[in-house]
Antibody, heavy 126, light 107 residues
Framework: QVQLVESGGGVVQPGGSLRLSCAASGFTFSSYGMHWVRQAPGKGLEWVAFIRYDGSNKYYADSVKGRFTISRDNSKNTLYLQMNSLRAEDTAVYYCAKDAGYCSSTSCHKGAFDIWGQGTMVTVSS | AIRMTQSPSSLSASTGDRVTITCRAS??????LAWYQQKPGKAPKLLIY???TLQSGVPSRFSGSGSGTDFTLTISCLQSEDFATYYCQQYYSYPQTFGQGTKVEIK
């Protein structure tokens, strides 16, 4: 079945690093853009980053720009989020999500987030 | 960044009620608007995309409308499983942004 499974969360000290992974199955991973979205405890959803299906375009939220890097390995059906210089305010559940949009030979079409992983918790604390 | 403002932030309703949640964008986003449902401890679930298109498998009591800056999510006959938090999201431009959420509670 269509599934996204995150891993790599944990407790890290301020200033530390962590790499999250998101394993995809049940769909053609290499054909879709992917996102990371986070949710701080008791708070709403915050979009974090996007990577195009082929890795050619990446976008970041201002709050993580320069500290986080999104990447993907289409041969392994896996999405990554490298998080450096972590701060207390990065504490959150991190979700990966599949973009329902697609690209044809002539254009790309925007999409909502139709598949979500279960989330992985990242806690930044000394 | 485009700001998404939902109202109300919370509401109390009874099973069988008709519920309406509104979402306003700080600038025009055409119909690039989605609605998600989230239950405690769970990932969000896509309900509606393109402002009014029901995601496959979502009950028909959910409906969406609007374009430009003003959007609405309606639950026509609230069921027990609909008590949750609902978020709107614009995917018109980056950074993509979510509304602050509307918690639907049992009266």
């Amino acid at each position: 079945q269509v599934q996204l499974v995150e891993s790599g969360g944990g407790v890290v000290q301020p200033g530390g690093s962590l790499r999250l992974s998101c394993a995809a199955s049940g769909f053609t991973f290499s054909s879709y853009g992917m996102h990371w979205v986070r949710q701080a405890p008791g708070k709403g959803l915050e979009w974090v980053a996007f990577i195009r299906y082929d890795g050619s375009n990446k976008y970041y939220a201002d709050s993580v720009k320069g500290r986080f890097t999104i990447s993907r390995d289409n041969s392994k059906n896996t999405l990554y989020l490298q998080m450096n210089s972590l701060r207390a305010e990065d504490t959150a559940v991190y979700y990966c999500a599949k973009d329902a949009g697609y690209c044809s030979s002539t254009s790309c079409h925007k999409g909502a987030f139709d598949i979500w992983g279960q989330g992985t918790m990242v806690t930044v604390s000394s | 960044a485009i700001r998404m403002t939902q109202s109300p932030s919370s509401l109390s309703a009874s099973t069988g009620d008709r519920v309406t949640i509104t979402c306003r964008a700080s600038q025009g986003i055409s119909s690039y608007l989605a609605w998600y449902q989230q239950k405690p401890g769970k990932a969000p679930k896509l309900l509606i995309y393109a402002a009014s298109t029901l995601q496959s498998g979502v009950p028909s009591r959910f409906s969406g409308s609007g374009s430009g800056t003003d959007f609405t999510l309606t639950i026509s006959c609230l069921q027990s499983e609909d008590f949750a938090t609902y978020y709107c999201q614009q995917y018109y431009s980056y950074p993509q942004t979510f509304g602050q959420g509307t918690k639907v509670e049992i009266k």
